[in-house]
């Protein structure tokens, strides 16, 4: 079981502190997604440490992005890529996302690629077609990389307290595992009072974690959960 918390431009608790807390909570691969500026103090404080994004490029000139040996060389273990608010508020196609992902890989990092329909996706009753796209360019770049996890986050489910159903996230997960034989972690508003039946269900591997990561005690819950489960 994978639990990870993205922080989001969050600053997040204290490193340290939340080290302390997660060492009681054994049995589980606890991950933290800081932002980019808080990376060395989590990586200093032990924490299995992964960046929000990562460009696809080692160097050059590209504003505002980081690459993946910059992120090894800090001691970061892997990158999320492909979060919802990268597609939607930065405009991240399939393809860049397969690029971020394919290059986290070949450096040496670990990735959670994201995927996940929207509410309208899902109303006109496209959601298996676009999670068969979303997946099928992720895998089509990267093969069932053993570094490689996905997570399905139904945007819908981001960041507003409406988590899909256990059923909903089964069904999402077993047709995500279908197209690429990787773990696959469930995201969208999951809290310690849902995490116990969201990672009861067979192809639930774990969670990635907005809000309630911002919280140390809500975190080591979600985490105590993972490791029951
Ligand atoms: P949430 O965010 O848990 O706050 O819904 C999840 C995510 O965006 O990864």
């Known amino acids: 079981m994978i639990v990870a918390g993205n922080w989001k431009m969050y600053g997040g608790p204290d490193p ?32 299995t440490t992964f960046a929000q994004n990562v460009h696809w490029e080692n160097e050059g000139a590209y504003t505002g992005e980081i690459s993946p040996s910059m992120l090894l060389g800090l001691g970061v273990a892997g990158s999320l890529v492909g979060h919802s608010e990268r597609r939607q508020y930065f405009g ?3 393809s860049d996302v ?4 394919q290059a986290a890989l070949e450096a040496g990092l670990g990735v959670i690629a994201c995927v996940g329909e929207t509410q309208e996706q899902r109303d006109a009753g496209d959601m298996e077609t676009v ?26 489910a981001i960041g507003t307290g409406r988590t899909a159903t256990p059923e909903m ?16 972690l469930y995201g969208g508003s999951v809290k310690p009072d849902n995490a116990d039946e969201l990672m009861a269900q067979p192809d ?19 985490c105590q959960a993972a490791s029951l489960s």
């Open 92 to 94: 991240e196609t399939d």
């Open 131 to 156: 999670l068969r796209i979303q997946v099928e360019a992720i895998g089509a770049a990267c093969g069932a990389h053993e570094r490689l996890v996905l997570a399905y986050e139904p945007v819908w």
């Open 16 to 47: 340290a502190a939340l080290a302390e807390r997660l060492a009681d909570v054994p049995g589980v691969d606890a991950i933290v997604c800081p932002p980019y500026v808080s990376l060395a103090r989590c990586v200093a404080a032990g924490l």
């Open 169 to 184: 996230a089964q069904q999402a997960h077993a047709l995500v595992k279908s197209l690429l034989d990787r773990p696959v």
């Open 98 to 101: 397969a690029r971020r992902a």
């Open 204 to 222: 639930v591997d774990g969670a990635l974690v907005g809000g309630a990561s911002l919280d140390i005690e809500s975190f080591a819950a979600i």
